[in-house]
């Protein structure tokens, strides 16, 4: 197999694509996706014209590429978060507090799936809902463990979770809500907690 630099064709394709992906993350944090070119993404990653129609179709192929891993990364951590022997409230805070952490982690990544993301098109809007029916499984599972409610559809009410979460995190990533992390996921814990419920219960936050 032929090597340049040490590194194989494929290998430097690779290389390639992650510096793409690199650009793009800081660019469309930066300065947004709306103003964003193909050109300045090449730029900012130090590579050629004809090397971006390598690894994507389009801008929106790139973001698209990006809320897949950045979804990846919130499911595999989540998964690991409720795949303990804890109490269901136990397991439902730590997902949810994984949910709300990653944004801080890294906030080009928040800023790109909960903002930029939404002006992207259909490529990056298939990822964002395939990540959302992802995310609402992993909230199915809890659900159909704390609930015993006939009338209660678990899959309907994971998706009203999800969505309400993304709502509050996205207000509270702007400025709009006004409170510590800490009582955000207290806020999102209550919402699970709602609907776990049985009649009579009352929901609490330690």
């Known amino acids: 197999m032929r090597t340049y630099g040490g590194a194989t064709a494929e290998q430097r394709t690779s290389l390639r694509r992650q510096r793409l992906m690199e650009s793009g993350l800081e660019l469309f944090s930066s300065q947004g996706y709306a103003h964003t ?6 730029r900012h990653a130090g590579l050629k014209d004809r090397y971006f129609t390598e690894s994507f179709s389009s801008l929106d192929d790139l973001m698209a590429a990006l809320m897949r891993d950045i979804y990846e990364e919130q ?5 690991e978060a409720i795949g303990t022997d804890q109490p269901l409230r136990d397991r439902a805070r730590n997902m949810i507090d994984v949910i709300v952490g990653l944004p801080l982690q890294d906030p080009r990544k928040g800023r790109v799936k909960l ?3 939404l002006g992207a098109g259909p490529l990056a809007a298939r ?3 395939l990540g959302l029916q992802r995310m609402s499984g992993l909230v ?4 159909r463990e704390g609930l015993h409610d006939p009338r209660i559809d678990t899959a309907t009410m994971s998706v009203a979770v999800v969505g309400a979460v993304s ?3 996205l207000s509270w990533f ?3 809500l006004d409170i510590s992390r800490e009582e955000l996921v207290d806020q999102g814990l209550l919402l699970f907690e709602a609907i ?3 009649p009579g219960d009352a929901p609490s936050v330690a």
């Open 115 to 117: 903002a930029e993301s």
């Open 140 to 143: 199915d599972s809890l659900l």
């Open 167 to 169: 709502e509050m995190l």
């Open 174 to 176: 702007n400025g709009v």
């Open 127 to 129: 990822e964002r809902r």
């Open 37 to 42: 070119s193909i050109s300045a993404v090449l």
């Open 75 to 79: 499911i595999t951590r989540c998964t």
């Open 196 to 198: 776990t419920c049985m």
